[in-house]
């Protein structure tokens, strides 16, 4: 299984941070890096559905 760093790196090669804006939180939010990947969630906006 991949860590959550090894993907987190896997993505950032294909999107680089450089892309985002000064304000945007980058990155893993909440959780280990080291630990194996589960699963995925990706959201371009915090909505109410979305949390």
Do not use: H, K
């Amino acid at each position: 299984m991949i860590s959550q760093q090894n993907f987190i790196s896997y993505i950032e090669e294909r999107i680089p941070l450089s892309y985002s804006e000064e304000w945007d939180n980058c990155g893993l939010q909440v959780g280990d890096p080291n630990q194996p990947l589960q699963g995925i969630m990706l959201c371009l906006d915090a909505t109410a559905d979305v949390v």
